[in-house]
């Protein structure tokens, strides 16, 4: 049993820096535009490490290290790709297209920028309006996990009062520092996760005896797999599964491909590429960013898998049959191997992640309806022409700060409703990171690339995309269909259909739709693409 | 006695790399460690790099 006494210290010192940055990002926000960008001038070891550590969240390493510690490292390949498409590819390529159309067309916000990009309207209430459906579940589950974290380690406190402590001490600092005050917390509690993911794995590699050692061991224990899993597919933890088994559909379609090529087009990482100076700034934040992502979700992994081996030496079972489920593999690895010093380092860990990531969701989804769907809705669609005197500028940055207040409270509400249990952090994060790549990747790549775009091309996409997937998540794939639960009403059964219809992810279907969609309509409609309006032309 | 040691030493020769026997995960693995290392060869290569705006 952990102390008490070092668990809330521990707690109280971590809420005060955060309070400390908090302010700090509050005193440095004075308008609209500070409060959505960060005053555009951002260092680069901040937007490296706010990048990071957006990306990562509790699912990350809780989800997914308990999905390496159930079902092996495959998943190594999430990790892989996270870093190399999702940080560098998209610095690199995306990043510095972003930056410069977006101080080109003096966008603010992701719905803003690929509406100027397109000069339509359409396109950004649209792209505000799939933000706010989508990201208010992804927010309640990223608040599910770390409150019920918090609420395991943390004496006297039960779900609803983490879920309350949690929800209000993020909100305090989103709300009135904006992404200032978003992304010099995201730093700390970047630095804060490494630290405590490093501190975990080499005291788990020194007591399997080191990296070659512990694989080895991981290795041997591959007729150990539990029947349940050797049916489907696994046949070791350091093992690809059987190739077209369920267990090799659901790690590639429904966790390696939409979360790997999701984050192309996440509007709460796109955002930024806009806080930087210059391209320069950029490329200096990329080994920040590399570093983290290794040393995060990496590890994570490693850590997850390597937990069988801990647990069949001490205990004789391995982790999922010892923890009873993969969401609590991780949690109990470490509450059964380390030192309560670091048992409470994790909880602060776990408590970043999540917080770092839930700031953004918050800030991303207060922004599209305080900016965007307001601007549209009020007719003020180039908001920036009447936020340029001091009272204007303060008037957007309340506006921003109540559509925030909003938002978080609709994520609280559905945090507090949502089921606990059934992999929903994990199901969620997969989920949220289709529906972004589905219907905004093609118009988003389109717009950042053509020379001459078409705008029906990315309306079309864009619809496609979002309504494809709505319908496969909703009705086929078995997985994301039980969130709903709309075919169970309806038919008794998890989908419409059965057999591997059944578990193909939704990205598969609807993010091939978009882009053919795309592609088409962008050869068909010769005579209406932009023409030197189109700024990737420019 | 003599199968299990027999055994043991054969799950060994098929120890390709990092301890890992499934060439697709040792990949994995590299190409995870690769990324990170890329990244941060990038930004070196780049940290003073005059890029066109």
């Known amino acids: 049993m952990v102390d008490s006494g070092l668990v809330w210290g521990a707690t109280i010192v971590y809420v005060v820096i955060m309070g400390l940055l908090g302010y700090l990002g509050w005193r440095r926000t004075k308008s609209g535009s500070d409060f959505l960008l960060a005053g555009k001038n951002v260092h680069p070891f901040i937007i490296g490490l706010s990048y990071g550590s957006t990306f990562i969240s509790t699912s990350a390493i809780v989800g997914f290290g308990g999905f390496a510690g159930a079902w092996g490292l495959g998943i190594v390949w999430l990790a892989g790709l996270n870093i190399a498409l999702g940080l560098l590819f998209a610095f690199v390529f995306f990043g510095k297209r972003v930056r410069k159309i977006g101080q080109k067309l003096k966008s603010q916000t992701f719905p803003e920028l690929l509406g100027s990009t397109y000069n339509s309207s359409f396109i950004r209430w649209f792209v505000a309006v799939v933000i706010l459906l989508g990201m208010p579940l992804y927010a309640a589950a990223v608040l599910i996990g770390g409150s019920t974290f918090m609420y395991q380690v943390i004496p006297g406190l039960d779900f609803n009062g983490a879920l309350i402590v949690f929800t209000f001490v993020t909100a305090a600092y989103v709300i009135t520092g904006g992404l200032r005050a978003v992304m010099y917390t995201d730093a700390f509690q970047g630095v804060l996760m490494i630290v405590g993911m490093t501190a975990i794995f080499l005291i788990t590699m020194s007591l399997l005896g080191g990296f070659d050692s512990a694989n080895q061991q991981l290795t041997n224990l591959a007729p150990q797999v539990p029947a349940t899993y050797k049916a489907q597919g696994m046949v070791g933890w350091t093992a690809f599964p059987t190739l077209g088994s369920d267990n090799w559909i659901t790690l590639v379609t429904t966790i390696i491909l939409p979360v790997g090529i999701g984050v192309l087009a996440q509007p709460q990482l796109a955002v930024r590429f806009m806080t930087a100076k210059d391209s320069k700034a950029l490329n200096r934040s990329i080994p920040f960013g590399g570093v983290f992502l290794v040393m995060t979700v990496g590890l994570a992994y490693l850590i997850g898998a390597w937990s069988n081996v801990y647990f069949w030496d001490n205990f004789g079972q391995v982790s999922i049959v010892k923890a009873g489920s993969i969401n609590n593999i991780i949690p109990a690895f470490i509450n059964a191997s380390q030192d309560q010093v670091i048992v409470v380092i994790f909880m602060l860990t776990l408590l970043a992640a999540a917080m770092s990531t839930l700031s953004s969701l918050f800030h991303v989804m207060g922004s599209a309806a305080g900016y965007d769907l307001f601007s549209v809705v009020t007719g003020r669609d180039r908001f920036k022409k009447y936020a340029t005197t001091q009272n204007t500028a303060k008037g957007s940055l309340r506006v921003n700060q109540v559509a925030t207040l909003i938002v978080i409270f609709v994520s609280f509400v559905l945090a507090a409703e949502l089921p606990r249990s059934g992999g929903i952090i994990a199901i969620a994060t997969s989920m949220f990171f289709g529906v972004c790549a589905s219907a905004f990747l093609p118009l988003f790549v389109q717009g950042l690339f053509a020379k001459r775009p078409s705008v029906l091309a990315a309306k079309l996409s864009l619809a496609i995309g979002a309504v494809a997937w709505v319908l496969w998540t909703t009705f086929a794939c078995k997985t994301t269909a039980s969130v709903f639960g709309v075919v169970q009403a309806l038919t008794g059964k998890p989908s419409i259909f059965t057999g591997a219809l059944a578990v193909i992810d939704p990205i598969l279907i609807a993010l091939p739709l978009s882009t053919l969609t795309l592609i088409v309509v962008w050869v068909l409609d010769k005579n209406s693409r932009m023409d030197g309006r189109g700024v990737a032309g420019a | ?53």
């Open chain 2, 1 to 53: 006695m003599a199968m299990a040691i027999s055994h043991v030493r054969r799950l060994e020769r098929r120890t390709l790399l990092l301890g890992v026997d499934d060439p697709w995960i040792a990949a994995g693995l590299i190409f995870m460690f690769g990324s990170g290392v890329a990244c941060v060869i990038y930004g070196i290569w780049k940290w003073n790099a005059e890029e066109e705006d």
